[in-house]
C-alpha cells in the first residue's frame, strides 16, 4: 500500500489543530484577535463599513449606532487600519466562540446636523445699495433716429 507510511506517520504525529478554546495558541507579533470598539472616539464617517470585505459593518449616522456582525467578521483588520480616528483596534486573542448568532451594537452620541449657512449681512446690506444706484443712473442715451441722406 503506498499511503501506508503517510497513515502510520499521522498516527505517530500530534494533531496540526488545537482543541479550543480548551487549547489556545500564544499569541505572534501582528496577530488580529478579537476587535475592540472605542465607540466615543467615533465620528461615524462611515469608512470601516465601506472597507469591511465581509460587509458586516453597519455605520448609522442618524443614531449614532456602530454594529458589527461577529458571525461574518473575518478578523481581517481592514476596519481597524482605515478608521481615521483610531477608535478600532485588536487585541492580541482570540474573541470567546458563539454559540448563536449576535450582532454587536455600540451606541454613540450621534453628530449635530450641519447648519444650514446663514446669508452673510454684508450680501444683504449691499443689496439695497446697488438698487438705489441703479436708480439714480441717468437713462441712456438713445442713439439718434439716422437721416436720410447720412448714408
Ligand atoms: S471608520 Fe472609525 S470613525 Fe469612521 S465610522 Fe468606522 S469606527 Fe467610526
Ligand atoms: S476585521 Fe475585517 S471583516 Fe471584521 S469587521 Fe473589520 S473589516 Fe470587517
Not at 23 to 50: A, H, K, Q, T
Not at 79 to 98: E, F, Q, V, Y
Not at 122 to 129: F, L, R, S, T, V
Given at each position: ?14 494533531p496540526?489543530t488545537r482543541n479550543y478554546p480548551s487549547v489556545v495558541r500564544d499569541p505572534f507579533?501582528?496577530f488580529r484577535g478579537e ?40 478578523s ?15 487585541k492580541d486573542t482570540h474573541r470567546k466562540p ?54
Amino acid at each position: 500500500m503506498l499511503f501506508t507510511p503517510t497513515v502510520v506517520k499521522n498516527l505517530l504525529k500530534r494533531p496540526a489543530t488545537r482543541n479550543y478554546p480548551s487549547v489556545v495558541r500564544d499569541p505572534f507579533p501582528n496577530f488580529r484577535g478579537e476587535l475592540v470598539m472605542d465607540i466615543d472616539r467615533c465620528i461615524f464617517c462611515g469608512m470601516c463599513e465601506r472597507k469591511c470585505p465581509s460587509q458586516c459593518i453597519t455605520v448609522d449616522r442618524q443614531k449614532g449606532t456602530w454594529s458589527c456582525d461577529l458571525h461574518a467578521c473575518i478578523s481581517c483588520g481592514y476596519c481597524r487600519d482605515n478608521c481615521p480616528t483610531k477608535c478600532l483596534t485588536m487585541k492580541d486573542t482570540h474573541r470567546k466562540p458563539l454559540t448563536e448568532r449576535a450582532v454587536w451594537i455600540e451606541q454613540g452620541t450621534p453628530p449635530k446636523p450641519k447648519k444650514k449657512a446663514a446669508p452673510k449681512k454684508e450680501a444683504a446690506a449691499e443689496a439695497p445699495a446697488e438698487k438705489a444706484t441703479a436708480e439714480e443712473k441717468p437713462a441712456e442715451k438713445k442713439a439718434p433716429a439716422k437721416k436720410k441722406g447720412d448714408e
